[in-house]
């Protein structure tokens, strides 16, 4: 089996003020292609320490992937201890890249300096794959068998996640050209509201019976749900991957309505077959957001969807009281009897953006995210949920709310499950199970 | 020196499945009391694997910092791997984590099995340090000079997040007891504004006349802007604590208001600073937010800083045309004679939200975030951002506004970018340097 390595480069690591996230996107996406991930390294921005931890690398896997320490200042110096191990004899420039270079620099009016310059300046013995995203370029090194007794490739990557993973895809198709690989076909089908215990008893007799060629994985995540992934090896073999394709179809007969999509379905990226949105054309239906805690997560969750202006309207967070009754028209009487955080506030936050808006559907949250805050009787993590569908031609409001109680001490994650949860409450509200 | 290296045991973090997130809090903990790390690893669940990679760990640092696999369940094989890596003759009970298997077993009504009671169990070669959020110990493994050179300890932690981190303190004070270590304190100053390569290239002679002790580094973040960090090392020695304040106040002459904090600062945090805040209480001066390209993100930013109840009245996300004509009253000639992204639009959008929620300040941004979409002359990543005082006691207004032009095809990136200067607009417009 191919096997790789990946080494993070750069002391902020090393001391701990950023986390490295380059590593895990790295691996699943070598992961998904049937490359093997033997293990991961961070290591400083030391020329020596560099160069022979990425020489072991080499000599332990066919694949090492490098993040890191390109930035055009002194402290990065990657690009010179590759130049080193390469064995090259100079630098020579990436007319592709100096064309970024200027392009992006030109385009912030920035002045060329040699420092940008010579970020299109590479070592003599790699190849060039042009980074869109960013001055420095993704930089191919191939080693001959004969100095690591295999074939052996390295890919330097800049360290900033979105250049790192800008790049992923022109890697992977390279790797794909340079090795032989087994089929791993992966396929994903994405569940919400049923916790993972539960989850893992209802399809227990399932899961035992699934040949050893075919891997279930649960990947929960607090906005996503859980995303159940069906891995499928030596999927050159057509008998198996129509045995895959039908233990997806039993795994949805059980799981019923907890399932909500597959691929990279969330619960922001169906709303338009919710609101059976022809493709590329304005909706008839629309939706607003009324927020309180959430605090703008629920209507950047919408809105991270391109082309949701199709059927998005708009949100208010109303994070003061005041605005909860003089912009959303919340009366002051609810407020004073049940509390900002209470089914009834989240019910008429709900309808006042509708209205406002004028909208079809419409979701609200408000609640309390912590840490500090909250009341025996709500607690940090206790949150309201509300969704509504204006019926135009009657003139008749539906209404379902729900009381979440997130128990986690971190304000982050009860923020992203009361937006996810409301998420949830406008499918079931739309009454579709749309997978 | 005294070095450290981390190594994370598990196959979910080599096919991507979970983010490493316990080594960054061991490295912080470690540099905060001088410990250098020098690298950190992550490998499978492979007996091999493990026992060759630690025993390389143990010959390259001083100290080995273990996580995870130490849980009760067949695939975790970190224990059995120590004892053999430690010359164990067996097995020996630790009563004190076995009083504490049989608590939380108890109190969670489950019935104790014998791989839970094998929890307490513990290679003979090992002194054990209870783990009370938990049922797997710490153990600590102290290996002798003559094995590798130098004397040597290994610590291995479970990998669940909380409960290594509950035993972190406990482990800094067994290396302060067991090695003489260098004190090294690092310093943030925090700037906006400024590209990395322009920065680099201001404060070069600065940086050239370094001592070898003090050392800068480069931290940039779409959303914090750039953080300059400096590391002192022989921190014990007051004279070289002096020197590097100095050589602080000297970078911020320097920079000037480039600069806007300091630590973990970032430009939604120091907003109640800007507003003048009184802590704990109420704020004179309250803001809100007008967005339509940002989407609820820059809501979302100002509401992640907790307490931000005391100064922030809340959002509205006007998405459609219709809502920033109808809810925040921008007049729609604007949008008919200049488009929806124009300077107007931005100040008529932040002066509208700033009468509907009566706030002092407030911010709009209204752009393009791509991937699609723009024209020859707006193209994707083109923004208009805007920022408003009210004088309560003149009436007056006060705008400023300011054209963005992001360069990247990331539509998560763009809507960071916009945001992040429209946080920066507002600093500029409270006419504040702060740090």
Sequence with gaps: MTTASICTIGDEILIGQIVDTNSSKISTALNRIGVKVRYMLSIGDDRQEIISNLDKCLKDTDIVIVTGGLGPTKDDITKDALASLSGAS?????????????????????????????????????????NKLGTAPCMKFPFEVSRYGHPAVLYSLPGVPYEAEGLLDDILEDIKKNFTLEKIIHKNIITFGVPESVLSKQIEDWEDALPDWLHLAYLPNTTVGIRLRLSCYGADDPARVERMDSEIEKLKEILGPTVYGSGDDTLQSILPRLLKCPPEATCQETISVAESCTGGHLSELITSVPGCSRYYNGSVTSYSNEVKTKVLGVDPAIIANFGAVSQQCAEAMAKGVACLMDSDYAISTTGIAGPDGGSA????????????????????????????????????????RFASNALDLLRHLAGQQLF
């Design 90 to 130: 100079g630098y020579k420039e990436s007319p592709e890249q100096l064309a970024i270079v200027k392009r992006i620099l030109g385009a912030r009016h920035i002045d060329l300096l040699d420092i940008n310059l010579a970020q299109a300046q590479v070592p003599d013995t790699c190849e060039v794959i042009p």
């Design 377 to 416: 009787e709500k607690p940090v993590g206790t949150c309201w949920i509300a969704a509504v569908h204006r019926n135009r031609s009657t003139g008749e409001i539906e209404v379902v709310s729900k009381k979440i109680l997130s128990m986690s001490a971190s304000r982050d994650v009860n923020i992203k």
